[in-house]
């Protein structure tokens, strides 16, 4: 697949994944009952998992890719902590994973294996699992139907923990993620950035608005 091509797919499930998010979102501070809007927010993070790893291919440096990142999830942090918990925003899993993905290509597996521990025990989002969806996605960008058994199999090993059970709806996206798509669309790559700590304030506040 060419760059062009490619930017325009990734822009297409990056539009997919911000909707899911959001509709996640909604359904956790505002509809709590309404377990379908979190299984459709499921397919949010193997989308971005998916962004993150073209992401790595791109970039011209993955350090400062990497310093975006954590830039972004320390001004995300707040309205993270006061609307969802006081835990890592995915911004830090996401910055770990290119973390993970840096150690693959430079071959430091120490790395890697640190970069695991410092996400499992922080209490990063999706953990080790998000981690290695990343990782999985870079590995076989270039030919996708070699990433769903190993991501398959380490999704089923993540919802076998009861609370992590809807995580299953997850794997409905790899049909996104695997489909060809023709569509031209092109999208800021700051949108996503700024979109995650302004939604999840607006939510907030829409949420005090309602108690």
């Known amino acids: 697949m060419d760059a062009t091509h490619q930017h325009e797919k990734n822009d297409v499930l990056k539009l997919l994944a911000i909707i899911s998010m959001l509709i996640d979102h909604i ?8 377990m379908v809007l979190r299984y459709i927010g499921r397919l949010a993070f193997p989308i971005f998992a998916y962004h993150i790893a073209i992401g790595c291919r791109y970039t011209k ?11 972004f999830a320390l001004i995300s942090q ?3 902590t006061i609307y969802f918990r006081p835990s890592p925003n995915i911004f830090f899993s996401l910055a ?6 840096q150690a693959y290509k430079e071959n430091k597996p120490w790395l890697a294996l640190l970069v695991a521990f410092i996400a499992h025990f922080s209490g990063a989002s ?21 990433a769903i058994l190993p991501i398959i199999l380490i999704t089923l090993t993540y919802c076998a ?14 049909i996104p993620i695997c489909h060809p798509w023709n569509i031209r669309l092109h999208i800021n ?8 700590p302004a939604h999840i304030l607006l939510l907030w506040f829409i949420k005090q608005g309602l108690t």
């Open 27 to 34: 359904g956790y501070g505002l509809f709590p009952k309404v």
């Open 61 to 71: 440096d993955l350090h400062r890719y990497i310093l975006r990142l954590f830039s």
């Open 78 to 80: 707040i309205p993270y």
């Open 96 to 101: 770990f994973g290119v973390m993970v993905i």
């Open 126 to 146: 999706y953990g080790i699992y998000g981690l290695m969806l990343m990782l999985f996605f870079y590995i076989h960008q270039d030919n996708l139907q070699k």
């Open 161 to 174: 923990v009861p609370r992590y059970g809807f995580q299953i709806f997850s794997l409905f996206a790899l």
């Open 189 to 196: 790559k700051y949108i996503f950035y700024w979109f995650y």
